[in-house]
C-alpha cells in the first residue's frame, strides 16, 4: 500500500488514526497558548519554568505531586491546561475525515472541537465498554480532562506515556478490540508521536500484515535513530502534519468516493464483524476447525489468536509462495490445488487475509444462477478487488464471463481437488484472461510448519497416548509416521478416542429413527463431496417431511455437517462426515445411499452445475473409497461400480472405466484392472478429441503393480518398460502437472521384486530408467521453484534407490 491509497482508505471511512502529543502545539487554551506536551507539563506540575524539565519521568512527576500538593492541585492545572478552546485549520482538515475510530494518548479535547458540527459525539475512555466505541468514536487511551475530576483523578487519568496506556488496554479487556481495529482496517496513520511516548512492541504494532499499512508521520526534525527504529513497523513520512495534510487535500481534490455496488446475493464479502465475534472458549473452535472442518472465520479474519501468539491457522510455506506470487509478480491470478482435506479452505483464508491488508476487498463467490449477474455488477467497480471461486469446476462458466470483463486491478483465487483439476485443468489453460495464473500444490507439511501444527493438536487435546511423549517426539510423528500429511494428521484426531467418544455421544439420538439414519447417510455422504443444495434440490432427494423432522428434532446432531437458511441447505466440508460413515452406518446402506444419490444425480445433470459435479464425485475412487469400512472395502466398492453401470449413459463412459481400474489397483484386483482399462481407452479413443495422458498415466501405475506381481522375470521387465516408456512421455510434455511422478515411486517396488534376479542388461536398463526419472524430477522442481509432496518424495526414494543397485 503506499501513502496515497492510505489517505483513500481514511476518506473511505476504512482507516484508523492514532493522535500523539506531537500535534499539541496545534491546539489552543483559552489564554492563546498551545497545549503543552508531556515534557511542558512536567513543568507545569513542578511550578518552574517552560523547559527546565527533570531527570524523572512524568508519571514518577505525577505521583509525587499528588502525594505533596493533593489532586486537587493537579485536577486544576490539568483542567487548566488541557482544556481546547480552537484548532488550527490543519487539524480540522485532519479530523474532517471519516476514520473508522481515532485513538488517542491526549487528555485534551481538541478532536472533538475540530469535528464538532460534523460527526455524531461519540467520545470514550477505556474505563467504558467496548461497546460504546461505535465507528467514529474517539478513543482517550489515557482518559480525558472533560471527565476528570478531584475524586477520580487516579482512576480517569494516567498521566504517562503510551506504554502504560498499553499495560490498561490489557487490564480493562481492550486489548482484543484494539487489536482488531489494528488487523481490520485497511490503514493505520499515526501523527505526533515520538519514541517517548510508543512503544510499539506492547500494542501489537509488529503483528503479521500490519506493517505494510502502516504509516508514521513524523517532525522534520526527527532523528535518524528514531526514524530507523520506526522503519520496523511500518513506513516513515517525514515533514509531520503538514505533509499529511497536503496529501488529505491532494486525495480529496481527485478523489471521488466509489460507489460500491452492493445488496449482492451471489457474492459474500470477507469482512470482520466488530460486535460479531463468536462465543465461546477457544478450544471448541479448534476442535469444529480440526474435526468438523468450520474455520472460526470470524475470529480469524479479526486475526485473534487461539492461544498465545497461535493463531488458528498455520501460515504454511505453500502459503508464502502464494504471496510472493501476488507481491513479486508476474501472477495475477492463484490456483489452490490438493487432495482431500490438504488445507485449501485454511490457504485460501490466509491469503484473503493479506489481500485485505493490501486494500481489496475480497469475496467468496456462491454457486446460484444470480452469481453471473452479480460478477458483472462487480467487474464495474474500479476498486481493488478479488474473487474466490472455491471448487472452480462449479463455475467455469462465471469464470470465463468475469475474467474477460474484469478490471486490471481485480484477481481471481481458485481451488480444486487433485483428481477434478486433472480432469478439467485444460479450462485453466484455454480461458482468455485467466491469469497469469500461479499454481500451488497443497501437499506435504513442510518441516518449518510442523511445529505449529502440533502446537495445535496437543492444545485442542487430541494426542492421546502419544500426549505423554515429548514434543520432539510428536513433530517426529507428523513428519516421519504421517509423512507430513495433514489429511493423515486430521484422520488421527479423528480417530482419536476423545473424538470418537464425542461423535458417538453426539450420534447416538439418530440411531433409533431408521427414516432419519438414511437421510442422514445421504447428508454425509454429500458432505464429504462438498455438495451446496437448494431447498428444492433437497426436496427432490429427500421427503420434506424428513428434511424438517430433521431440523427441527435433530439439530444439534446435524449443525455440524449442515447449515440452512430461507433458500438453501449448506454443507460444511470436512473429514469427518466421510469417515464416520462406516462407524454410524452399515455398508449396504452406504452403497444403497450412494447408488440412489447416483440415480437422482444423471436423472438432473441438465439442470445444473451442483448435479454434474455430484455424478463426478460419485463415480471416483477418492471420494467413494473412505466410505467403506476397512473390512468389506473391495467387495463393496466394485459391487457398488457394478450397479450404477445401469444408470444414464455411465457404461459409455471412459471416465466410469478409468475410476474403477484405478480402483482395481489398489485394491489388488489386477484382472479386473486390466479389462477396465481396456474400456477406458477404447471409449476415449472414440470421443471426437480423446485425451488419453489422464488413462496413461494411471495406466503406467496399473502396469508397476502388474510388473511387481508378475512371477515371471522376464515378463515383469517387459511390463515395467512399457509402463516407463509411456510414464517417460507424459514426463516430457509441458502440462503434466506433476502427476506422472505419482507413478515413479513404483520403482523401489519394482526393484525389491526382480533387481537381483535380472541379468546385466536389465539391470542396466532399469538403473537408466531410475536416474532418467530422478533427473526429470530434479528439473521440474528446479524449473517449478514450488514445493510438491510427490516430486520430493520420488527424488529421495531413487535417490536412496540407485545408491543400493
Known sequence: MNLIEAVRSAKDGNAVLFVGAGLSFLAKRENGEAVPDAQWLTDILLEQPKGTGSRHKLDRVAGSVIRKKGSEFVYDKIKENFTVHSVDERLTDLYSLPWKRIYTTNYDNAIEIARAGKYPVSSITIDETQTSAKLGSVIHLNGSAKRVSPANMNLEIALTDLSYAADRLAQTGWLSFFERDLNTSRAIIFAGYSLYDLEIDKILLAADGVKEKTFFFIAPDADEVEINTLERY????????????????????????????????????????????????????????????????????????VFGDRPFLVMRAQDEVARNAIKLGPWRDILFVGEIASGKSASTLNLALYLINLGYKVFYAISTTLLSQDLKRLSGSPEKIAVIFDSYFLFRNEITEYASSRPPNHRIILTERSAIHELTSRFIDATPHLGPIKEITLGKIESKDIEAFEALVNFGGFWGERAGANISARQNHIGKTLEGSLYRLLIEIIRSEKVQAQLRDLLQPLSSDISIAKSFCLILILNSVKINFSINEWQYLFDRQTISKMLSMYGDQVRHFMLSDANHIYMRGGLVGTHILHAFMDDELVGDSLEYLYEKAIRRTKEGNEWKQLVIELVKFSAVEPMFAERTKAANIFRYYDAIRVYGDTRNNPDYWLQIGIAATVLGDLVRGKLCFENAYAREKARPKPNLTRIDNYFSRFQMRQAVAESNRDAAFEVFIEANERLEKQIFLDNNRHYPFKTGRYFSDVASKHFSSWDSTQKTRFKLAVASIKAKAEEWKARKNEINADVEILIRETTSLLRRI
Open 234 to 305: 511500518g513506513t516513515v513520512v517525514p515533514g509531520g502534519i503538514d505533509i499529511l495534510v497536503e496529501h488529505i487535500k491532494s486525495v480529496a481534490a481527485s478523489y471521488n468516493l466509489p460507489i460500491f455496488v452492493t445488496g449482492f446475493t451471489a457474492l459474500r464479502e470477507l469482512v470482520a464483524q466488530d460486535d460479531d465475534v463468536r462465543r465461546g472458549v477457544s478450544v471448541q473452535k479448534l476442535t469444529e476447525q480440526l474435526v468438523y472442518g468450520k474455520l472460526p472465520e470470524n475470529e480469524i479474519l479479526a486475526r485473534q489468536n
